[in-house]
C-alpha cells in the first residue's frame, strides 16, 4: 500500500504531532508499506530552521525507510496567531503545489493540528485520486479560542464554517480521544466513518533505566526531588502555577521544579522566574528525543498541567503514556478524560487544574509518602504496555487504511 502523509511536523521535531506520524509511518514501513511524508523545514517551536536545514522548496530525505519531503513556507515561533496562521496556510497552498510530484498514493492522510494542514489532506486527494483519511489531535478552532487567540465573530465563522466542512468531506476521521469524536459527529460527522486512536508510547524507547547521575550533576540536580514539566511552553499549559508551587516550597531545599522545552510563553516565564528571586526551579531548553528517557531518569514526578478550561476536559496529553512507561508517578492538573485514564491506572495524583496550592502538596506528599510513590510508580508501566502500545495503535490504524484501500 502506497501511503502519503501530511504532516506539520516530523522529526527532528519533537513535539506529540511529529512523534506520532513518526512512529506510526515508521511501524508500517517495517510491515512492507509506502510511506512518503510531506512536512515544513523543522522550526517547531522557536521559529528558527533546525542545524542543517534550511528553507529550500524541496528538500528530501530518509528517515528509517520513510520518504521524509520538507517544503518551503513561512517559518515562525510558536507564537503570534497572525503568523501562525500564515505559516499554516502557506504549508496547505505548497502542500497542493507539489502534490502533482509526489508518488502516487493509494490513501492520503493529513493531521490536525494545524487545521489547514488537515484541510491540505482535501485537496491533495482529489488530485490524487485517492481516499482521505482526517486524523484530529487537536479540536480546531476550539483550542485557539478557549486561550482567546481570535476573538473577531466573522473569522470564527469563516473557521467553524471550515471545520464542518472537512468533517463532512473526509472518507474517515481518526480522533485521539472519545469527547473528540462526540464533537465531530456533532458537527456533521457520520458516526460509522469516526474511529477512535489514541496516542501510546514507544516502549523501546521508554523504559525504566538507570538514574543518569551525569545528566543529575550537569543540571544541578543531585540528592534533589525533581518534579519536572516537560513539554510546549504555550499560552494552553498554565505554566505560572509551577512558580508559584515553587513559591510555596521555596524552604524546602531538597525540592526542586524542572521545566524543559520552549514556546510563547517559555521567555515570560524566565523573566518572571528572574524576577521573583526562586533558585528552586530550573529551566531548560527543548531537547532532542533521544534524551527524554535519561530526563525521565531523574524526574521523581511528572507534571501534566493545562488551564482550567471546559475545552481541555476533551484531551488526553500524550506526555502521561511516556511518564507512566518510565515508571514515574504523574501529578495531573488536567480535568476530563485524561483523568479517568490516570484514575484507572492508579498512576498519578489528580489536582485542581491551575491550584499552585494542590500542585505544591501533591509534590510534597509524593516526596515525603514513600507507600504511596512505590504504588503510583509501579502501576504505569504494565497499563501502558496493555493499552497504549504504540505498536499495537498502529497496527490498528494500518488496518484501518487497508479497509479503506479495499
Not at 521524509?68 to 496562521?85: D, L, M, P, S, V
Not at 476550539?142 to 471550515?162: M, T
Not at 496529553?317 to 485514564?341: D, N, Q, R, Y
Not at 496493555?386 to 487504511?401: G, M, T
Amino acid at each position: 500500500m502506497r501511503i502519503l502523509f501530511l504532516s506539520h511536523y516530523f522529526p527532528p521535531e519533537v513535539n506529540a504531532p511529529a512523534t506520532r506520524t513518526y512512529e506510526h509511518c515508521k511501524r508500517w514501513v517495517e510491515q512492507g508499506h509506502d510511506v512518503t511524508v510531506v512536512s515544513c523545514v523543522p522550526h517547531h517551536p522557536m521559529g528558527k530552521a533546525y542545524p542543517g536545514y534550511s528553507n529550500k522548496w524541496w528538500f528530501e530525505e530518509n528517515k528509517d525507510g520513510i520518504r521524509a519531503i520538507k517544503i518551503k513556507t513561512y517559518i515562525t515561533a510558536n507564537e503570534g496567531f497572525i503568523k501562525r496562521t500564515l505559516n499554516y496556510v502557506i504549508y496547505m497552498l505548497m502542500a497542493l503545489i507539489v502534490s502533482p510530484f509526489l508518488p502516487k498514493a493509494d490513501v492520503v492522510i493529513s493531521t490536525s493540528p494545524q487545521f489547514f494542514n488537515g484541510l491540505a489532506g482535501y485537496l491533495v486527494s482529489k488530485i490524487k485520486r485517492a481516499p482521505w483519511l482526517l486524523e484530529i489531535r487537536d479540536l480546531w478552532p476550539e483550542s485557539i479560542l478557549a486561550v482567546g487567540a481570535i476573538k473577531n465573530k466573522y473569522l470564527i465563522g469563516i473557521l467553524e464554517w471550515l471545520e464542518g466542512f472537512a468533517y463532512r468531506k473526509a472518507d474517515h476521521i481518526v480522533p485521539v480521544t472519545k469527547a473528540f469524536k462526540t464533537h465531530i459527529a456533532a458537527r456533521g460527522a457520520a458516526e460509522d466513518a469516526i474511529t477512535i486512536i489514541r496516542n501510546g508510547v514507544n516502549l523501546d524507547l521508554f523504559e525504566q533505566t538507570e538514574f543518569d547521575s551525569k545528566l543529575a550533576t550537569d543540571w544541578s540536580l543531585e540528592n534533589k526531588f525533581v518534579a519536572a514539566y516537560v513539554g510546549t511552553h504555550g499560552m494552553a499549559h498554565g505554566l505560572d502555577v509551577v512558580l508559584g508551587a515553587a513559591n510555596i516550597l521555596r524552604e524546602h531545599e531538597d525540592i526542586v521544579f524542572l521545566l524543559v522545552g520552549d514556546g510563547a510563553e517559555r521567555e515570560r516565564l524566565a523573566a518572571e522566574l528572574a524576577a521573583s528571586g526562586l533558585n528552586n526551579v530550573i529551566m531548560k531548553g527543548q531537547q532532542p528525543k533521544e534524551m527524554m528517557p535519561a530526563i525521565w531518569s531523574i524526574t521523581d514526578a511528572s507534571l501534566v498541567l493545562l488551564k482550567k478550561l471546559d475545552l481541555f476536559k476533551t484531551v488526553i496529553p500524550s506526555k502521561i503514556f511516556e511518564s507512566m512507561a518510565m515508571s514515574t508517578p504523574i501529578i495531573l492538573g488536567v480535568e476530563g478524560e485524561v483523568k479517568g485514564i490516570i484514575e484507572e491506572a492508579a498512576s498519578g495524583l489528580c489536582i485542581e487544574p491551575e491550584s499552585a496550592e494542590e500542585l505544591a502538596a501533591a509534590v510534597l506528599r509524593l516526596k515525603t509518602d514513600q507507600a504511596v510513590y512505590q504504588q503510583l510508580s509501579a502501576a504505569g508501566r504494565g497499563y501502558v504496555a496493555e493499552k497504549f502500545d504504540r505498536k499495537k495503535l498502529a497496527d490498528q490504524y494500518l488496518a484501518l487504511l487497508e479497509s479503506m484501500v479495499s
